[in-house]
């Protein structure tokens, strides 16, 4: 089950209304409506925050999938959470018909996503002119 259709039904388990869940989070009712219809996922910080006012776990909220885009979305925007998401569809592709147990699955969705982050650092340091880098430093 998706993140959206868990967060909902939380909401609907303790009675309360999109803009009653807007206001404890301090989001606006669209965001919560972008949650329950698996438009956006929350920053990690916000996941937290879902956690522990429904008192549960974050693991038990998203997947590995789903907190690698979250994590994309923050460090790169829109941008990053469009190629996380395409990167697990490819890798998630590999995996249809096949005779992996999940837990080899998961240890080589985890192998991707790391593999992913270091190439996003790997470029972010060959290609970032040298005059921005030596300014990220002096902060």
């Known amino acids: 089950m998706a993140f959206g259709d868990k967060f909902k039904a939380m909401r609907n388990n303790a009675g309360i ?5 807007a206001g404890i ?4 009712k669209r965001t919560i409506i972008n949650y ?13 925050k879902i956690a522990r006012y429904f008192g549960v776990s974050i693991d038990s909220l998203v997947s590995e999938q789903e907190e690698f885009v979250a994590l994309a979305y923050e ?3 829109g941008r990053g959470a469009s190629e996380a998401e395409a990167l697990v569809a490819q890798v998630s592709g590999l995996f249809a ?15 991707i996503q790391n593999a992913y982050w270091v190439a996003k650092e790997e470029s972010k340091r ?14």
Do not use: C, F, H, I
Request: proline share 6%; net charge positive; hydrophobic share 20%.
């Open 17 to 21: 209304s999109q803009e009653q869940l």
């Open 75 to 77: 460090r790169g925007g």
């Open 97 to 111: 018909g096949g005779r992996l147990s999940d837990e080899d699955k998961d240890a080589v969705m985890r192998a």
């Open 25 to 28: 989070l301090g989001v606006t």
């Open 36 to 48: 329950e219809t698996n438009q956006t996922l929350p920053p990690t910080d916000l996941l937290s």
């Open 126 to 139: 060959k290609y970032t002119p040298k005059k921005y880098r030596e300014k990220a430093r002096e902060r």
